[in-house]
């Protein structure tokens, strides 16, 4: 019996326009990126009858395409950009432009084994809320650190009037992002029991909402790699180097560790005993910290798996190696 082989096509992404490959053929094509354009892009895949596409993250320009792409029932896949990068690099493909990205992106599609579900629609809006809200903390943080070193009281006062407005904004847009997710019964549902962990307030129950959609249905060591806050080993002959984390989330991560600080002080007696354990071992107060912000996404995972709420007795699944 013949082996079904699945076409697959590359598109390099830009503000303006589409440029779409197939892997192992000399069909190419360029589109605007518009909805006309997508509507074009779409005949001409299911001419060539493509059945899987990636597509290469490209500073938001690439979410139309993709949403359009995924209604039409195609298999999409997401490549962040240095994976491209380290693909080309390994196949000695140093040159670039928009046509040959595209037949490289086709490539590195058609070399993936595991195709993951496509993330939950409902989530990119919240997550574009998300990350406004984000924006504006960022926004308050700036102004606040020039309100330290500034001399001037006509310009204070203008940033304390510039950051008292920028915190009513982030109130304000904060609970509408909590009364839209509350709209979807299973997300809210979820997120009670994601605040419910001692430790874990609203807004980083919010981040682990909508940054980690696998939440409880992944295993405690792939939740620390997406998260970043997985340790890696930097081992080479008889030298044994230090851990470090790299990779994930970088703004779950951040919403995290944020919250492991207060947490591991005050409000989680689960943490508060690993920094102690950790800090009379000798680690630093950085890596503690790292340890506790992992260990606290850990028994969220945990707790969301099990279904039920967090309570003073941890689960026993949410047991944490610190080595």
């Known amino acids: 019996m013949a082996k079904r082989i699945t076409i697959c096509a590359g598109i390099d992404t830009g503000k303006d326009k589409l440029d779409v490959a197939i892997d192992g053929s000399s069909e190419q094509l360029r589109v605007d990126n518009t909805a ?20 290469e993250a490209s500073g938001g320009y690439e979410q139309a395409v993709v949403a359009e792409l995924r209604r039409r029932r195609f298999v999409v896949i997401l490549f962040q950009p240095k994976q491209v990068r380290a693909y080309g690099t ?23 084994k595991t195709i993951h579900p496509a993330p939950d629609p409902r989530l990119q809006p919240l997550a574009e809320h998300l990350t406004m809200v984000e924006q504006l903390t960022e926004d308050i943080a700036r102004l606040k650190n020039r309100l330290e070193s500034c001399r001037d009281k006509r ?14 904004s ?8 909590v ?34 959609p696998e939440i409880g249905n992944v295993t405690r060591e792939q939740a620390a790699a997406l998260s970043g806050l997985a340790p890696y080993d930097d081992d080479s002959g008889n030298r044994v180097g230090a851990r470090h984390i790299t990779g994930g989330r970088e703004r779950l991560r951040r919403a995290l560790y944020t919250a492991a600080f207060p947490a591991s002080f005050r409000w989680n007696p689960q943490l508060m005993g690993l920094y102690s354990r950790l800090i009379a071992a000798g680690k630093c107060h950085k890596s503690a910290l790292v340890a506790c912000a992992r260990k606290l996404l850990v028994i969220i995972n945990a707790v969301v798996a099990r279904g039920t709420p967090w309570g003073a007795q941890a689960p026993q699944n949410a ?5």
């Open 36 to 55: 006309e354009g997508h509507q074009a892009l779409v005949e001409w895949l299911k001419g060539h009858k493509v059945k899987r596409i990636g597509i």
């Open 90 to 112: 390994f196949h000695r493909l140093l040159a670039k432009n928009d046509r040959i990205d595209a037949a490289l992106i086709a490539m590195c599609t058609a070399a993936v």
């Open 155 to 168: 310009i204070q006062g203008l940033w304390k009037e510039q950051i008292a407005l920028l915190a009513k």
């Open 170 to 177: 982030k109130r304000a847009e904060f609970k509408a992002l």
């Open 179 to 212: 009364a839209a997710i509350r709209k979807h019964p299973d997300f809210a549902a979820r997120l009670d029991l994601i605040h419910s962990v001692a430790g874990c307030g609203r807004p980083t129950a919010v981040a682990v909402l909508v940054r980690m």
């Open 319 to 323: 047991k944490l190696s610190v080595a």
